[in-house]
C-alpha cells in the first residue's frame, strides 16, 4: 500500500519515516536506506533534500508531486543475510484556494440599448474599483445585461442585472509594501467587500434622505448578493473524494 502526504506548495515538507511502526521498535544492524523520487534517486548532496542517518526525509522548497520510493536493507542479528523493504509515499504538492467573492445587483435603468445604460456601467465599475485600489484589490464587470421587468401589480421597468467580481491581487507584483495581516490576501479581499457592501448601503440611505425625486437610473435597494467562490491555480484542482485528508486543497 501507499501513504499519501501533502505538502504546501514551496514549503518543506514534513519529516517522512523509512521505517514502519513493526521497524522502529526493533534493532536494526547497518541499515541502509535509498530513497528515489519521480526524477530518479535522491541525495543530500540536493540542496533541496535532507535525509538523516536514519533515513528520515525532508523536502525543500516542494514541487513535484509523485511517487516516492524508501528501500531500507537492515539485518536483525550480525549472522543474519541482509532484508529489505520498500515504503511508497505518495507526496501531493497542494496550494490553498484563492478566493473571491462574486456580487449581482440590480438597478433601474434608462431605457435598453440606450447609452446612458452603457455609460452607467462603466462609471459604476470605475468607482468600485477606485474604492477598494488601496487594498490592491480589483472589480470586474462579469456581465450587465438589461431587462424588461414586469413587477407585482404593476408594469413594465427597464432594469440591469449587474455582476461583477472582485478579488485580491499580489502586491509583490504591484510594487506596495505593507505589514504582515494588511498584506494577507483573504484579509484585503475582505476589507474589500465590506467596502462594496457599505458602498450600496450608503446609496439607499442617501434616496431615503433625499427630497428630489428618484433618477432614472439607480440601485434598488436588497438586490445585492454576495457569494465567496474559491478557485485554485491553473493545473490544480479541488476534489474531497480522491484526497479526503485534504478535501479544501488545491
Not at 15 to 20: A, H, P, S
Not at 56 to 83: D, E, H, W
Not at 146 to 159: A, I, P, T
Not at 185 to 190: D, E, G, I, V, Y
Request: net charge positive; charged share 20%; with cysteine.
Amino acid at each position: 500500500f501507499s501513504v499519501k502526504v501533502y505538502v504546501k506548495l514551496n514549503h518543506n515538507s514534513p519529516r517522512i519515516l523509512c521505517l514502519t511502526n513493526h521497524l522502529r521498535n526493533l534493532e536494526l544492524i547497518d541499515p541502509k536506506f535509498q530513497w528515489n523520487a519521480p526524477g530518479g534517486g535522491l541525495s543530500s548532496e540536493n540542496s533541496s533534500v535532507e535525509i538523516s542517518p536514519t533515513g528520515t526525509l525532508i523536502l525543500r522548497n516542494f514541487k513535484l508531486s509523485g511517487v516516492y520510493t524508501c528501500s531500507i536493507f537492515y539485518k536483525l542479528t550480525a549472522m543474519q543475510p541482509y532484508k529489505n523493504l520498500s515504503i511508497k509515499y505518495l507526496i501531493y504538492a497542494y496550494s490553498d484556494p484563492k478566493a473571491y467573492y462574486e456580487f449581482t445587483a440590480r438597478y433601474h435603468a434608462a431605457p435598453c440599448n440606450n447609452y446612458y445604460n452603457a455609460y452607467f456601467e462603466r462609471t459604476l465599475i470605475q468607482i468600485l474599483n477606485k474604492l477598494v485600489d488601496e487594498l490592491s484589490c480589483e472589480v470586474t464587470l462579469i456581465k450587465a445585461e438589461c431587462h424588461h421587468v414586469k413587477m407585482q401589480r404593476g408594469g413594465l421597468q427597464n432594469e440591469i442585472f449587474f455582476t461583477f467580481s472582485v478579488a485580491s491581487l499580489d502586491r509583490e507584483k504591484h510594487n506596495r509594501l505593507c505589514q504582515e495581516s494588511a498584506c494577507d490576501a483573504f484579509h484585503r479581499l475582505n476589507k474589500a467587500k465590506h467596502l462594496i457592501e457599505r458602498f450600496f448601503k450608503q446609496q439607499v440611505e442617501v434616496s431615503r434622505k433625499s427630497s428630489e425625486p428618484l433618477p432614472e437610473i439607480y440601485y434598488i435597494e436588497g438586490t445585492l448578493q454576495m457569494v465567496q467562490i474559491d478557485r485554485c491555480y491553473p493545473g490544480y484542482g479541488i476534489n474531497a473524494l480522491i484526497h479526503p485528508d485534504c478535501p479544501q486543497c488545491c
